[in-house]
């Protein structure tokens, strides 16, 4: 089966512009998972979908991320305007069921924000 | 609050045994997965620890002690392909997996 897959591998951007992150999950995962890497830090989660609903955002650092998941099925995450600090490696994931479910991570979008 | 330690780096010769430890302070407890990371690849599911005690895949060993907050990684016979990033996450009751800052393993010849 195809894996997670992220669109872009590396995106290099403009402080105050505006950049959209597309996850796919795997066919039939219903729940999809937003984490990032910034410099030097640990993996930390950013939210939750299962199907198109917002299951758990509490992760998300302010409202200039949005992510949607429309129709439920691939995720986009949009920084706008991005911040020298929104640097790091986003990184998306799925599973079949929520909890102590195994995640499948996709390989990561990597953002750079000069 | 939560946290996670494990070692930043280290170091191992090809075809030795290697221990890498996670300790852990979580606010509630679901799991603990160990996750392999290649440079610019995606984190791959290595193990899972629930219960108490010692989970074994092939060359790749995985203990937990939930009343001491402590969990371990054993890799065995290692190979040049092990060279890689080691994730310990938690798992906190919650849908969200807790991170530690992952451990760099180097595998000399």
């Known amino acids: 089966e195809a894996g997670v897959t992220q669109f872009p591998s590396h995106s290099v951007i403009e402080k105050g512009q505006t950049v959209t992150l597309r996850c796919d999950p795997i066919?039939?995962?219903?729940?999809l998972y937003w984490y990032r890497r910034v410099m030097g830090k640990e993996i930390k989660f950013l939210l939750h979908?299962?199907?198109?609903?917002?299951?758990?955002e509490s992760g998300m650092p302010n409202n200039r991320f949005l992510a949607e998941r429309t129709g439920g099925t691939y995720s986009t995450l949009k920084v706008q305007p991005a911040e020298l600090e929104d640097s790091g490696v986003y990184f998306c994931?799925?599973?079949?069921?929520?909890?102590?479910?195994?995640?499948?991570f996709g390989a990561g979008s990597r953002l750079t924000v000069l | 609050g939560q946290n996670i330690d494990q070692p930043t780096e280290m170091t191992a010769t090809e075809g030795a045994i290697v221990q890498i430890n996670c300790t852990y302070q979580?606010?509630?407890?679901?799991?603990l997965f160990w996750y392999q990371q290649h440079a610019g690849e995606a984190p791959t599911f290595l193990s899972y620890?629930?219960?108490?005690g010692l989970e074994e895949k092939g060359r790749f060993s995985s203990f937990l002690s939930r009343s001491k907050g402590y969990s371990y990684l054993l890799l065995k016979e290692l190979q040049m392909k092990d060279s890689a990033s080691y994730l310990c996450?938690?798992?906190?009751?919650?849908?969200?997996?807790?991170f530690g800052g992952g451990t760099r393993l180097m595998v000399k010849p």
């Open positions: 066919s039939g995962h219903d729940n």
């Open positions: 979580t606010s509630g407890f679901n799991g």
């Open positions: 620890n629930v219960l108490d």
């Open positions: 979908f299962v199907k198109e609903s917002k299951q758990d």
């Open positions: 996450a938690v798992n906190n009751a919650g849908n969200m997996l807790t």
């Open positions: 994931a799925s599973s079949q069921s929520p909890g102590a479910n195994v995640l499948t």
